[in-house]
T-cell receptor
């Protein structure tokens, strides 16, 4: 089993560009989520999903878009990247309060 | 609302010292789960422990031990005889029990950076 797969691992964007961070899990977990990690701030929840077709906002949703068309995939979209979105992004999936994290995507917006 | 506070931003110890990382949480729910994760310099998140709110027994796993006290809303983590490989950022996290229409959101503290010097 691959667990949670995040792509890409590294990305540099110019301000205003758009991109999608990919997250896929092969454990048939209902719950999936996206976090961003910034120095001194811990991991903050961006968006989460409790199943296909159901998404909701977390603590810091502005500037990000998500959808969940399948159980396996939960992409995170940046429609117009800003330097404030420079961060490390983690995707997680979970079932019955057991969580699996991806290895992270380091995003730099210049 | 859920909240996790890790008041210690950074701790530095010398190898073989014992060290305790503090975690205080807030929740309105009576059923919840508490977690500790380790993030080594390589960046991945490593799961250490999960504790159910109904289980207040302390747990020991090798050099690691956890003290859960509902009366003080704390879930502290102690490393005995610390080693250089314990150097990492440690996160405490909380998840409230899922209700109908709810979720298993995991809320993190800001983390404690532990440096173990040789």
């Amino acid at each position: 089993n691959a667990g949670v797969t995040q792509t890409p691992k590294f990305q540099v964007l110019k301000t205003g560009q758009s991109m999608t961070l990919q997250c896929a899990q092969d454990m048939n977990h209902e719950y999936m989520s996206w976090y961003r990690q910034d120095p001194g701030m811990g991991l903050r929840l961006i968006h989460y999903s409790v199943g296909a077709g159901i998404t909701d906002q977390g603590e810091v949703p502005n500037g990000y878009n998500v959808s969940r068309s399948t159980t396996e995939d939960f992409p995170l979209r940046l429609l117009s990247a800003a330097p404030s979105q420079t961060s490390v992004y983690f995707c997680a999936s979970g079932q019955n309060y057991g969580y699996t994290f991806g290895s992270g995507t380091r995003l730099t917006v210049v | 609302a859920q909240k996790v506070t890790q008041a210690q931003t950074e701790i530095s110890v010398v190898e073989k010292e014992d060290v305790t990382l503090d975690c205080v949480y807030e929740t309105r729910d009576t059923t919840y789960y508490l977690f500790w994760y380790k993030q080594p310099p390589s960046g991945e998140l490593v799961f250490l422990i999960r504790r159910n709110s109904f289980d207040e027994q302390n747990e020991i796993s090798g050099r690691y031990s956890w003290n859960f006290q509902k009366s003080t809303s704390s879930f502290n983590f102690t490393i005995t005889a610390s080693q250089v490989v314990d150097s990492a950022v440690y996160f405490c996290a909380l998840s409230e029990a899922r209700r109908w229409g709810g979720s298993e959101k995991l809320v993190f503290g800001k983390g404690t950076k532990l440096t173990v010097n040789p």
